[in-house]
């Protein structure tokens, strides 16, 4: 992600999306859990966090993305370009992602972005995946 937004920096120009490609990332907890092992607490400005998984897709084209998350499976719309989409962090063990156009899956990415209501510590650094 970072050399597409490097590119327009340098260039003043955003370049060509020239592939499809999937980035999302989200905290394994929510922000108000309270940690059961915890000898340390919440950080300062904890409440500043919201409870999302956070999804960036680079489409050459228009289609659907079906973004799976627990029981939580919601289809978004896709234009070409960059699309950013929120979804609500749920208790899962893994983020899957399907993106389908004119009917083809045209790629399938599943993450480990594990999501706990009871978490034994705080952790509040966030687990990040990409694909293809």
């Not at 050459?60 to 370009?81: K, Y």
């Amino acid at each position: 992600m970072t050399g597409y937004y490097a590119w327009a920096f340098k260039t003043g120009q955003y370049p060509t999306i020239t592939s499809d490609k999937i980035f999302f990332w989200g905290r394994p907890h929510p922000k108000g859990a309270g940690a059961s092992n915890d000898g340390i607490g919440k950080p300062n400005n904890w409440d500043w966090s919201t409870d999302n998984l956070w999804i960036v897709l680079f489409s050459t084209g228009s289609g659907s993305l079906q973004v799976t998350m627990g029981s939580s499976s919601p289809t978004f719309s896709v234009n070409a370009g960059v699309n950013k989409f929120t979804l609500a962090l749920t208790q899962a063990s893994s983020v899957t992602a399907v993106l389908t156009r004119n009917g083809n899956q045209v790629f399938r990415v599943q993450g480990a972005v594990t999501y706990t209501n009871s978490p034994s510590t705080y952790n509040w650094n966030f687990a990040a995946a990409a694909g293809p």
